[in-house]
């Protein structure tokens, strides 16, 4: 078994995301990486570069909305409207890759799992993988529903002046975050058939290291070519993450999520 990890009471959401560049280079594992890293070079890349040569446009767009009492706050509201605009493609493409590539993600996470505990892998074959597609995808689509109905209201707010520059990108970066948690961190708990709503309550039972986790990943995001290779070293820290906080019963290491009863966010 790897002991890299740390505890519950040390580790925190930055240390796995870190965790998640070191384990993304095992030998064992970078076989399983590249089919996923191939999926978000081919559509973040693409993604980025079109919105790169349409950014300049867009920004003047926005800043056309400023009132007029606010234009003197304009060099704060520049680089927030550019944040703001690079946060929401950022995670839409990224969905939309995962989305894609999410049969080959959960098989990564697996495979690092069956590393950190130092227990045989389930003989998952392409065949047997291929087969799971439709239950995967049903995963993601419920994915997808969460993350639509609570976007829109958020959307919202950045058609109106005022709050679109100031408020409503710090709570698109915080719902970001989160949602890059759910995002990650459900490959190792769909592995183990845990279901959906079950999964949002143990992170939110971890909610500070959940929103570090997705924090650090949200910005990396928006960051080029670090972007292109952020979903094999997301889905590893995730893996490692949830590892984690599951070993501590050595018998059944998934079945504490069961007794998980807080509020569903």
């Not at 490959?187 to 500070?208: E, G, S």
């Amino acid at each position: 078994m790897i002991n890299s990890i740390k505890s519950l009471k040390t580790a925190n959401g930055f240390y796995y995301f870190a965790q998640g560049w070191q384990l993304v280079t095992r030998p064992g594992i970078r076989g399983f990486v590249i089919l996923p890293l191939l999926a978000n070079i081919i559509l973040l890349g693409s993604a980025f570069w079109w919105l790169y040569s349409k950014l300049g446009d867009w920004i003047q767009t926005l800043l056309s909305y400023v009132p007029s009492w606010m234009q003197w706050l304009s060099y704060l509201i520049r680089p927030i409207a550019v944040i703001s605009i690079l946060l929401i493609f950022g995670y839409f493409f990224s969905t939309i890759a995962n989305f894609i590539a999410s049969p080959f993600n959960g098989w990564l996470a697996e495979k690092l799992e069956a590393e950190l505990t130092g227990t045989p892998a389930p003989d998952t074959s392409f065949a047997v993988l291929i087969a799971d597609i439709p239950r995967i995808l049903a995963r993601e689509v419920t994915k997808l529903y969460y993350y639509l109905i609570r976007v829109i209201p958020l959307l919202i707010l950045f058609f109106i002046p005022g709050i679109a520059q100031t408020i409503a990108p710090i709570l698109w970066f915080l719902f970001g975050a989160w949602m890059m948690a759910i995002q990650y961190c459900d490959y190792p708990f769909d592995n183990h058939k845990v279901k959906f709503d079950q999964m949002k309550l143990a992170l939110a039972n971890n909610r500070t290291t959940s929103i570090q986790f997705g924090a650090i990943v949200n910005l990396l995001t928006m960051i080029p070519i670090i972007n292109l290779v952020i979903m094999p070293v997301a889905i590893c820290g995730a893996t490692a993450c949830a590892n984690s906080q599951t070993k501590c019963n050595k018998v059944n290491p998934w079945s504490y999520i069961d007794k998980i009863t807080v509020m569903t966010p």
